[in-house]
């Protein structure tokens, strides 16, 4: 069972939340709450192995930028999910740490890029010790690169 808390966070834009953003070892999840009324069948959503484009058909893409790192865009798909859009996007190096979703849209903010890694360290730590449970560890001092910690993840 995925244990470890996953926080989303918020990209915005003059006052507005456009889209929040979560990761995983393996993944990006890009949730985005779409106007009243929309349905699935209107939404235009194009991925590659580094660049992002969503919107609605008929319409110039509302987001259009490219991803923080690649991803595999044949393993990446979105969804509606409730009242969200979810897109999820495979990282194409397994236990990256994104500083955000998308390029440019990074928080220059060592204290979550900490956070981050210290989520993915535990996620890592998870996976390779089932049946433990990492959610309430702490790291002392920095937490190490959860990609290339001790020879690399599997």
């Known amino acids: 069972a995925d244990t470890i808390k996953r926080e989303r966070q918020s990209f915005v834009h003059n006052g507005r939340t456009i889209y929040e953003w979560d ?14 009324g929309f349905t699935a069948k209107m939404v235009d959503c194009k991925m590659t192995t580094t660049h992002f484009s969503i919107g609605f058909k008929g319409n110039p893409p509302f987001i259009n930028e ?12 979105w969804t509606k999910e409730d009242d969200e859009i979810h897109i999820l996007a495979t990282k194409a190096i397994k236990g990256d740490t994104w500083l955000s979703a998308l390029k440019g849209h990074q928080i220059n903010n060592p204290l979550l890029e900490e956070q981050m890694k210290q989520q993915l360290m535990k996620q890592r730590f998870q996976e390779e010790n089932p049946g433990f449970d990492f959610s309430g560890a702490e790291f002392n001092g920095a937490a190490p690169d959860p990609r290339t910690f001790m020879g690399g993840i599997s």
Request: hydrophobic residues 30%; glycine residues 4%.
């Open 66 to 77: 490219d991803f923080y790192g690649q991803v595999k865009a044949k393993e990446s798909f």
């Open 23 to 36: 990761q995983t070892l393996e993944e990006i999840n890009i949730y985005i709450t779409p106007p009243e």
